[in-house]
């Protein structure tokens, strides 16, 4: 009887169990990863409502780890504008946050080198897309808003560019394919006299 007790202490933890039955948790609780924490330590983003306890009991009954401690601060949010055409600010939800210590301790595995099972390469092009909109919303707040002469050109105008500059040499001649009245070709020999004329 008394080796029976002693093993069902063995599975009980060293805290009072709470008695709320969650059977479809509908909250997400994210396991940060913080360098500067001891190994018996871990810090978890948690919902507004979660309290110590229920991290604690969270903790136990579904991941068998054992808690000893638990911190946890509310973190503000900076004030944000609600688009960039409007002057509304508002404030964010907060974010809370609790740190635990561990009754054994915890060793964070080595990130992977190879990240190419995670698609990286499209979250890397989507996290600098959204990077150059949030600079043209703040270009756009502030009013400096980029002149189209000094973005980078396109593959098109660069060869409308070359092929203008080609004519301004001599070295190509525009044509259209449409024949013109014989009596425009005596117009640029008439404007070329004048100009003459008045140079001298």
């Not at 070295?171 to 117009?187: I, Y």
Request: with cysteine.
């Amino acid at each position: 009887m008394a080796e029976a007790a002693k093993a069902a202490a063995r599975q009980l933890p060293g805290f009072r169990l709470g008695r709320k039955q969650v059977f479809l948790p509908n909250h997400v609780i994210t396991l940060l990863r913080k360098e500067h924490l001891p190994p018996n330590e871990a810090c978890f983003q948690v919902p507004l409502r979660f309290t110590k306890f229920d991290l604690r009991d969270y903790l136990w009954n579904l991941y068998n780890v054992e808690v000893t401690k638990v911190r946890s601060y509310v973190k503000q949010q900076p004030l944000t504008q609600r688009n960039s055409h409007s002057r509304s600010w508002y404030r964010p939800q907060p974010l809370k946050v609790m740190t635990v210590e561990l009754a054994k301790p915890f060793q964070w595995p080595e990130a992977p080198a190879d990240l190419e099972p995670w698609s990286h390469e499209l979250w890397q092009k989507r996290e600098d897309l959204t990077e150059k909109r949030n600079e043209e919303q703040i270009k756009q707040h502030r009013f400096e808003i980029a002149m189209k002469s000094k973005e980078d050109m396109s593959k098109e105008r660069r060869g409308l560019k070359e092929l203008a500059e080609s004519m301004l040499r001599g070295e190509v001649k525009w044509d259209n394919g449409v024949a013109l009245d014989p009596k425009w070709d005596s117009v640029p020999r008439e404007a070329q006299s004048r100009d003459a004329a008045a140079g001298a």
